[in-house]
């Protein structure tokens, strides 16, 4: 079995404002960094990163002596009208309100829909896990955005929890192990090991 840490980015200044920040590349705020340096975590040989500054910057501050590989499909979804906004900025916004009441369902408006980003993100990973297969490495990360991990989760994990269930803290994530032998067989699962 193989092991792989999803990671969530550190904190951004627009993450501690509440601000759906998908596209927008912002780097790590002071808090953020400061919480990188009092937390542990797992050791990777391989580390595949998101290519905006908040989950490289993450990267090489948890991984400091590992260059990550960066896809661009691992990026965050692009929320369109809300992006760089709030709830409290967004309140009264017709767009805004049916996309609350559609329980988080609805595409974003002028952004991305939600199955087009959950695809390149679940493209992504399949090509992730075939590079960690042809590298044969046991224990690698993955740091990217907490879109990105409910995605692969939704998609995969064994026993299937709901994309939402799948929500973590800026530094959080899992430990998820992949069976080699299953997974080439078509049979993609993965069990979620630990948090964190």
């Known amino acids: 079995m193989i092991k792989i840490a999803l990671i969530r980015h550190s904190k951004t200044k627009g993450n501690i404002e509440k601000r759906y920040i998908g596209s927008t590349d912002e780097s790590l705020c002071k808090e953020g960094i400061d919480l990188i340096e009092n937390k542990s ?16 910057e993450t990267s090489r501050l948890i991984y400091n002596e590992i ?25 009264g916004d017709i767009h805004y309100q049916k996309w609350v009441n559609s329980n988080g369902t609805l595409g974003f408006p002028d952004g991305e ?26 224990s690698s990360a993955m740091v990217v955005h907490g879109g990105t991990i409910m995605a692969i989760l939704d998609q995969y994990s064994s026993p299937h929890e709901d994309f939402f269930h799948w929500q973590v803290e800026n530094c959080g994530g899992f430990i998820i192990g992949i069976n080699k032998k299953l997974w080439k067989k078509g049979d993609k699962k993965v069990t979620v090991m630990e948090l964190i």
């Open 113 to 138: 829909i939600t199955e087009d980003f959950q695809n390149r993100c679940l493209g992504a990973f399949d090509e992730i896990v075939n590079d960690i297969f042809q590298k044969n490495v046991e």
């Open 41 to 56: 975590f797992p050791l990777a040989k391989v580390v595949y990163c998101s290519p905006l500054a908040r989950c490289v």
């Open 67 to 91: 260059e990550p590989i960066i896809y661009k499909e691992l990026r965050e979804c692009n929320f369109g009208l809300f992006e760089n906004k709030n709830y409290i900025e967004l309140e």
